[in-house]
Structures are given as C-alpha cells and as structure tokens.
C-alpha cells in the first residue's frame, strides 16, 4: 500500500538556509554531468578516434573511482571547506590540459594525463545530501524539518536538472562554437559552485557530529520529558537513551573504509557498476548513432527528453509513501531499471533509440531515492558524505568499462552492436539487488528508525 502526499515538498523549498548550498552542488553537477558525453563529444569531433575518446572518458570514470571516495572520507573527517578547494583546484588543472590539448590537436597522451587529474572532482551530489541529514538529524529545523526521503527525491530532481540541461549545452556548444567550448562552460561553473559551498559554512557538516548533536539532542530530549512527565515518561526516556546509545556507537565505528565494512555499501556499489556500464555504452553509442545521422544535436535531444522524464518520475515518486521495506523496494526498483533499459538490444532507428531512453527514464530516478535511503540507513550519518560517494564511485567504476568497450565495438562492428551488449550488461543490476536482498535487510540500523520517529 502507499500514499501519495502532493505537498511534502513545501517543507523542503521552505528551509532557506539550504539555498546556497543546493546552487553551488547544482553548479558543480553540471560539470560533473557533462563530463562523460561532453568529453566523448569534445574530443571526437575535433577529430580523434571514438576509442581516444571512450578510453579518455573511461580514465576519468577510474580516476574519480579510485580518487573521490579517499577525497570524501577526508571531508568526513576534515570538513568540506578544509578539503574541496585542494581536490577542485586538480580537477580544474586535468580540465585545463584535456581543453588545451584538444585545441592544439595535440597527441593522445596529454589526454590520458588530463583525464586522470580530471578525477579529484568531489561529489557534489554526496556533499549536498550529507548537509541536508546534519540539519534534519542535529535538529537544527525543528519541526520544520522535511522527511529524508523527501528530501532525497528533491536532491534526485536537481541531479536528473543538471543531467538533462549540462550535456545537452555541451553537445551544443561544441557543435556550435567549438569542440572546447561545452566544457570550458562546465569548468566556469563548477569553479563558481566550489566558492560559494565553502562560503556557505552554516550549514558544513563538522566531523563526528552524528554522536554529539543527535546522540545529545535525543538525551536532552528524553531528559525534558522525563522531568514532565513522571514516572510515565521514564520509559520513554530509557527507548530514546537507547537510541540515541545506539546512533553514537555507530558513528564511533573505525575509520576504514564503508566499501570494507558495510555490506550494503559494497551491493549498492554493485549495483551502481552495473547502471555506469550500460549507460556509459549508451551514451557512447548514442552519440555515435547521431553521428552515423549526420545530426549530433541528435544526441543532445534524447538526453534532455530522457533527462526531463526522470526528473518528473522523480519528483512523482517523492510523493508517494510506500509501506514496503527499503530493501524490497529496492528490488524491485532495480529490476524495473534493469528490465526497462535492456530493451536497447531493439535500436535499430532514431525513434527507437528514444523509446527506449524514455521508458528506461521513467525507472532510473526512483532507484536511485531508494539506494540514498537505503545507504542512509546503513551507515553512522557522520560518514554519509563518503558512503553515497561510494554509490557514485560504483557508477563511474562501470562508466571505466562501457565507453571503452562501446568505443571498440563502433570501430569494429558498428553502433548497433554496442546496443546490443548493453542488454546483458542491464541484467546485471535486477540479479545483484535479488542475491543480496538478505545481505541488505541485515544492514539496515534499527537506531536510525527511532531518530526518524523522533523527528517525523
């Protein structure tokens, strides 16, 4: 059973102390949305090879796998002004050597170096729904405060925003003005997005502040009512103490890395791989599709509709309170993704390439407001920043592997057999959440869902 709540969202546009911060992510989420299609664009139509580009795209998606949850993990424990400046500054510094190589037509090898540094990017989108948790979680709002899960499906309508708006001004810039073009743009704007989230310190998450702020607000709270209640409260105290007992012996758990430790963690970076392989093939190959058609505006169009269909069924679904387990729910979420995008291996048109975006648009943003749930409640919320970077890092690990293997199969056999390879790469997200769906019902922290009631 659900419900649907049309208004849920007011509580969310009503929080202003978010405003800054959720326009300087949007701003670095444009770069990091064009950086796949938008490097794979720059570099093939100044006249390199689609594997150059699929293997220059393919670095970053490793670099930013290996580099950006070590960069996460230090803005747990050192805060987000004390680190983004120094990641941001050799993200822009790959940028700048990617751009000028490109607009020497200079050899491969510059390419390769740009797109590795390229990878210090941190994740914005980790970094905005790791400041949203502190001020629900601390208390800060109050009653004010929106439901996560809210707040989750809004921060998944800003993404599939920057999705549907950052590749397109890329493609067409660079078909427009030249191949650098959609990418100097990207860079302009996540520099600008870095200044004003470190300028936007009220709202940092500082370290460790799951176990003082909610652990201390929850034995505040249980003391206050004790006091006014009697005896009667008492009860009500020791279930908030333990509660709050058991939030603060989550946070204090050892500093190694979640993809070691938590084992929801590792099935969601599972899942993630499988969605950044296939949609870095199709990306690829829908760019190369619109090349075969002597239109590259082409590409740029599926991606804005598709961009425009999730983000509605995102916003839609944040409507709906469905009573199912989080790790039901994300079975079935990952089945519907993986069954609705593996109907690619039918493209054999334009019209068919954008049926199959648009039905595959409408499963994508509600998977991924499940897994940001699911990853919320199992992990301390002082580590959340790092946790969701290791969702991203799984899709870009995947996005490594399907655009240099799109690349070789344009080459050698054509677009539609790249299509075709994305179908088994699809099958992958539906049997992993099946397998593992025990391994993520254990996961799950019971303390968080007294926090939840506390704040609900």
Aim: aromatic share 8%; charged share 10%; with cysteine.
């Amino acid at each position: 059973m659900a419900k649907v709540s049309p208004g849920v969202y007011k509580k969310v546009l009503r929080v202003r102390e978010a405003y800054p911060f959720d326009i300087a992510c949007l701003l670095m989420r444009f770069f990091g949305s064009m950086l796949n299609i938008g490097v794979v664009t720059m570099i093939t139509l100044s006249g390199y090879s689609f594997l150059t580009a699929g293997l220059s795209s393919s670095l970053i998606a490793l670099s930013i796998f290996v580099v950006t949850p070590r960069v996460s993990k230090r803005i747990d424990e050192r805060g987000q002004s004390a680190v983004v400046p120094k990641a941001a500054a050799v993200s822009l510094l790959g940028l700048v050597v990617l751009v000028a190589n490109v607009a020497l037509h200079g050899p491969v090898w510059p390419l390769f170096v740009g797109a590795l540094l390229v990878g210090f990017f941190p994740s914005p989108q980790a970094m905005a729904r790791a400041r949203w948790t502190y001020l629900i979680r601390s208390g800060r709002l109050g009653e004010a405060a929106p439901d996560l899960r809210t707040m989750f499906s809004y921060e998944s309508v800003l993404d599939d925003m920057a999705f549907i708006f950052s590749p397109s001004i890329s493609i067409a810039l660079a078909a427009a003005i030249a191949p650098v073009a959609g990418m100097v743009c990207g860079g302009v704007a996540f520099a600008v997005g870095v200044v004003l989230l470190c300028s936007a310190k009220s709202t940092e998450p500082h370290p460790g502040w799951s176990q003082a702020d909610v652990a201390g607000s929850g034995a505040e709270a249980a003391s206050a009512v004790a006091d006014t209640a009697g005896a009667g409260a008492a009860a009500s105290k020791g279930t908030l103490a333990e509660g709050a007992a058991a939030v603060a012996s989550a946070a204090s758990v050892p500093s190694k890395s979640l993809l070691a430790t938590s084992a929801a963690v590792r099935v969601l970076f599972v899942i993630y791989a499988f969605a950044g392989s296939f949609l870095g093939l199709f990306d690829t190959a829908t760019v190369s599709l619109s090349e075969d058609l002597n239109s590259p505006d082409f590409a740029g169009a599926v991606l804005m509709a598709s961009g425009a269909v999730s983000m509605t069924a995102g916003f839609l679904f944040g409507m709906v309170r469905l009573r199912a387990p989080l790790p039901k729910q994300l079975v079935v979420a990952a089945c519907a993704v993986g069954l609705s995008f593996g109907t690619m291996f039918l493209i054999d048109s334009a019209p068919a390439l954008m049926a199959v975006a648009l039905l595959g648009a409408c499963t994508y943003a509600p998977l991924l407001i499940v897994a940001n749930g699911v990853c919320e409640r199992a992990v301390p919320d002082a580590r959340l920043t790092e946790a969701i970077t290791w969702l991203n890092a799984g899709y870009t690990c995947g996005a490594a592997f399907g655009p240099t293997v799109a690349g070789a199969l344009i080459d050698t056999f054509g677009t539609m057999a790249s299509f075709k390879v994305g179908t088994l790469l699809c099958l992958g997200m539906p049997l992993t959440a099946i397998l593992c769906y025990r391994v993520v019902k254990a996961s799950i922290l019971p303390a968080y869902t007294v926090v939840e009631e506390r704040e609900m």
